[in-house]
């Protein structure tokens, strides 16, 4: 704990995003394994991703893990540098909060029912959450 309620609730926010990170890759694990038994695929024959992408039937799970290491990127820094600066508008903490539910849902969309443009529209609502965020941290410099 820093001492500052709002920095901790941005370390908790990013701790709650890593943690959905690993229980995707869990699940990607999962599904990946239980297809190449059930399809008795040998994991040297997709030791390649372009070969894996041919091979493999079921990539949501894959795909979701590699969208959380994109978009979120950006959401860790922009976390990092406003408790490094101790410049944590109030309304950060809330926005922080309801960007990781956006990503929370985006997550279950794909790795389930996988509906395009349900998925796509809690994308957008995620993109303009966390551009808003960085338009908002930047204007609290002025």
């Known amino acids: 704990m820093l001492n500052n309620p709002s ?10 995003l ?6 995707v890759c869990f699940r990607m ?22 070969v ?5 039937k079921d990539s949501r799970a ?9 978009m979120p990127v950006l959401f860790y820094v ?15 903490p809330f926005a922080a909060w ?11 969309i794909q790795c389930t029912y996988n509906k395009v443009m349900h998925r796509f529209t809690v994308f957008c609502l995620s993109y303009a959450l966390l551009w808003g965020m960085w338009i908002g941290f930047g204007i609290s410099f002025l």
């Open 7 to 16: 920095a901790d609730q941005l370390i908790f926010t990013c701790v709650a």
């Open 52 to 56: 894996r992408s041919q091979t493999m």
């Open 62 to 70: 894959s795909d979701n893990y590699n969208h959380l290491f994109e």
């Open 78 to 92: 922009l976390c990092g540098l406003a408790i490094m600066t101790q410049s944590i508008p109030g309304w950060m």
């Open 29 to 50: 694990l999962y599904m990946r394994i239980a297809e190449m038994k059930q399809e008795k695929i040998h994991p040297q024959a997709i030791n390649q991703s372009y």
């Open 18 to 23: 890593a943690m959905l990170t690993f229980v």
């Open 98 to 108: 309801g960007y990781v539910g956006l990503r929370v849902l985006h997550s279950w």
